[in-house]
């Protein structure tokens, strides 16, 4: 059998701490960065006699996460103790949720530019929506370093609110489950719910992946991989392992349901263990812990849902008038989202100043490693700057030098930084002259522009920009020049 004939398929299990300032059972401080074992108290270290009590804020939270992504919530949820053993889980068990968790169903869309880059142009199901199981709320463990020869553990991450959301095996290949990942995020950063923050741990993804004859309808062999801490790590993990059991297949080994590794550094996956079933983990009822109405939270989460990221590219098309990719690339962060909308509010043409954001402003920022948030200047002022050229009072490659010098003078105004530039737009009278002086010049060009030649009329232009040392408008000089030549 070719690799075509057989059908991968792929659920993630997604680990994301909640954006929370305490723990999910005690009153210990969430942070990243702390000394190690500096946030911590009888109840995340799992000492004896210390007793749970549940963060509400987490709860909402999870709520306002199923409530964005469709899902159903049960008038009564429960917390259950899922016993495995492991150095970093202080108690020997982990409190989470088993059989009633507080969201059932729900999707996740994927939108385009959440996928690679070098495959947003061959997305083969365009507006797909990837099905979840569940999402569920428990605490999060501590943080095992493993050194050449012995281990540290780090309490401070013990305890923290972390909430599993699981899909269905509904995901075709390594590039969806990238635009999983990436979607997923902005949902939950434009929410507030998380930072989602990879690098620190705060979203972490478990990888279940089986393949399948595709003259069959039964799923594979799942097999589970751990150990994902970057969305293209997920991309490479999944590519490998996917051709890994397929060549098992075709050399006639059956696969075992196991948990495996990926091991970034050599590019492949590793065996860990066989893996567990529900049952090996003897959930049970926490009996310290009552069963949760949800009616009044719900309520509550249901009165001011955000935005979402495709609700605000629609509004953005609608209400600025600007396209669904441009639309798409101003609302893939808020942060940049916000600039933009700063920006454009109350600005002359609102296309232009996302024109200005995407092309030049994302790049500068790129050329100087800054992030949006980090951007010098003003959104208001790049507001400004489009409204000087739509003006005429300046050229579109004189607004270039303004905005080069802004990133150096950022409490300067557009306006300021163009005048002491000299920037300022020839009199009226003036270009008439030069319109004149350009035509008499160039009598060939002038008379293809009368029969409508208009390529002829941009060299004019030029050559009127030159007579004016550029202090001339080129959008409102090849107005004039067409006026006068074609009447």
């Not at 009616?295 to 669904?324: C, S, W, Y």
Request: hydrophobic fraction near 35%; charged fraction near 25%; proline fraction near 6%.
């Amino acid at each position: 059998m070719s690799e075509s004939r057989y059908i991968p398929c792929i659920g993630l299990e997604v680990h994301v701490q909640l954006k929370t300032e305490s723990k999910m059972f005690c009153s210990c401080a969430v942070s990243f960065g702390e000394e190690p074992n500096a946030l911590t108290c009888p109840t995340c270290l799992g000492l004896p006699g210390a007793l749970p009590v549940l963060n509400a804020g987490a709860i909402e939270r999870t709520i306002l996460t199923g409530q964005l992504l469709g899902c159903e919530t049960p008038p009564v949820v429960k917390w259950d103790r899922k016993n495995y053993f492991y150095p970093d889980m202080p108690k020997n068990y982990q409190i989470s949720q088993f059989d009633l968790p507080l969201c059932l169903g729900g999707g996740v869309p994927l939108y385009e530019l959440a996928y690679p880059k070098d495959h947003q142009k061959s997305i083969e199901n365009p507006g797909k929506e990837v099905e979840l199981t569940r999402i569920h709320l428990e605490e999060d463990v501590a943080k095992s370093t493993h050194h050449s020869n012995y281990t540290t553990i780090d309490f401070n991450r013990a305890g923290t609110p972390l909430m599993e959301i699981v899909s269905e095996p509904d995901i075709d290949s390594a590039e969806e489950a990238v635009a999983y990942l990436n979607s997923l995020r902005q949902i939950l950063v434009y929410s507030g719910v998380s930072d989602a923050d990879m690098e620190k741990g705060q979203m972490r993804c478990d990888v279940n992946i089986s393949v399948r004859p595709s003259d069959e309808k039964e799923l594979g062999t799942k097999i589970e991989l751990k150990n994902l801490n970057s969305v293209s790590a997920v991309r490479r993990s999944i590519q490998y392992e996917i051709g890994r059991q397929i060549e098992e297949l075709e050399a006639g080994r059956p696969l075992t349901q196991a948990t495996w590794r990926w091991n970034d550094e050599i590019g492949q996956t590793e065996l860990m263990r066989t893996k567990e079933d529900a049952h090996d983990y003897r959930y049970f009822p926490d009996p310290d812990l009552l069963p949760v109405k949800t009616g009044e939270m719900l309520a509550r989460v249901q009165q001011d849902l955000p935005e979402l990221p495709h609700e605000k590219v629609a509004r953005f098309e609608n209400e600025f008038g600007i396209t669904h990719y441009d639309a798409s690339v101003l609302a893939a962060e808020q942060l940049l989202a916000n600039y933009y909308e700063t920006a454009a509010a109350g600005a002359k043409s609102a296309k232009k100043v996302a024109n200005w954001v995407i092309n030049n402003l994302l790049a500068e920022l790129n050329e100087r490693d800054l992030e949006i948030g980090e951007c010098p200047v003003e959104a208001a002022k790049i507001g400004a700057l489009v409204d000087l050229v739509e003006s005429g009072q300046i050229s579109n490659n004189q607004a270039k030098e303004v905005f080069s010098d802004l990133f150096e003078n950022p409490d300067q105004s557009p306006a300021d930084i163009a005048k002491a530039k000299g920037f300022e737009p020839a009199d009226s009278g003036e270009v008439e002259g030069f319109i004149d002086e350009a035509i008499a010049a160039n009598p060939g060009p002038a008379g293809e522009v009368a029969e409508g030649n208009d390529k002829a009329a941009n060299f004019l232009t030029g050559q009127v920009m030159k007579l004016s040392r550029g202090k001339a408008n080129p959008k409102q000089v090849t107005e004039l020049i067409l006026k006068k030549l074609r009447g």
